[in-house]
């Protein structure tokens, strides 16, 4: 049984960018475009109608950038996954990005012959990171100031995780969509090197991280 084609749409104030984006998902089988806004109405409209699970957006509408679009389609749709598309990459954008739940971020540079893979990924994996992107944050880190060993975000999911909640349970408590969940466990199993939910719940609280 053939499975179902991924759903995305996309948002971007260049028409031409559009044009390239829906002209890819023409040429791939299990690609389907649900349509692409110029402006965060039409946006917002896609997303109800359509139901894409994956929108591309444009980091900068206009004159700002479009977080509060983001937090916005996320609060409507839990369970779609925005990947940041854009031509600037830094720390700040980045964990912008991820602030606002965005599951992915990826530079325009990128090759439209490349998107349907990063599409596939962000179905398959839950997130997608330009790595350019993560290495000049990994970079910038080692300059900055250390940041707190645990954001609250990720404390209010790991007592969430030992409680015994479930990532979508988490999401619906946390008003998150499952990806950015996913995203935030697979961030915290890697940060303490160890590979279930488990492990990392008894690690915090033999640090007494977690009561």
């Given at each position: 049984m053939e499975s179902e084609p991924i759903r995305f749409g996309?948002?971007?104030?260049h028409d031409i960018v559009l044009y390239g984006v829906e002209a890819m998902a023409a040429r791939e089988e299990d690609l389907f475009?649900?349509?692409?806004?110029?402006?965060?109405?039409?946006?917002?409209?896609?997303?109800?109608?359509?139901h894409p699970s994956?929108?591309?957006?444009?980091l900068r509408l206009g004159s700002s950038n479009s977080f509060?679009?983001?937090?916005?389609?996320?609060?409507?749709d839990p369970g779609l996954a925005i990947v940041m598309f854009t031509a600037f990459g830094?720390?700040?954008?980045?964990?912008?990005?991820?602030k606002a739940g965005a599951v992915g971020y990826l530079l325009k540079d990128t090759s439209t012959a490349g998107l349907p893979d990063v599409l596939r990924t962000v179905q398959r994996e839950g997130a997608y990171f330009d790595a350019r992107v993560v290495n000049q944050a990994l970079i910038a880190s080692r300059t900055s100031k250390p940041r707190a060993a645990l954001s609250e975000r990720e404390l209010e999911i790991l007592r969430l995780v030992a409680a015994g909640?479930?990532?979508?349970?988490i999401g619906d408590e946390l008003h998150l969509s499952v990806h950015m969940v996913k995203f935030h466990i697979?961030?915290?199993?890697?940060?303490?090197q160890v590979h279930r939910r488990a492990e990392l719940v008894r690690v915090l609280m033999e640090r007494q991280v977690l009561p």
């Open positions: 996309a948002v971007d104030d475009y649900c349509g692409g806004a110029s402006d965060a109405r039409t946006a917002i409209s896609i997303v109800e109608q359509h994956i929108m591309l957006l444009d509060s679009l983001c937090e916005e389609l996320v609060a409507r830094n720390e700040d954008l980045l964990d912008g990005a991820i909640r479930d990532n979508y349970q697979a961030q915290l199993l890697k940060r303490y």
